[in-house]
């Protein structure tokens, strides 16, 4: 039973991981957007 806990966690962490992952890309692609929106007056 120690074992499917142990993978449990594991794969939480690896989830939490991947989110902060793809936070960080969709606050980047804004920035990227709003820098080119900037430049094009819009």
Do not use: F, H, P
């Amino acid at each position: 039973m120690g074992q499917i806990k142990l993978n449990y966690q594991t794969v939480m962490d690896k989830l939490d991981e991947v989110s902060q992952a793809v936070e960080a890309l969709a606050m980047k692609k804004k920035q990227q957007i709003k820098r080119v929106k900037t430049a094009l007056n819009l």
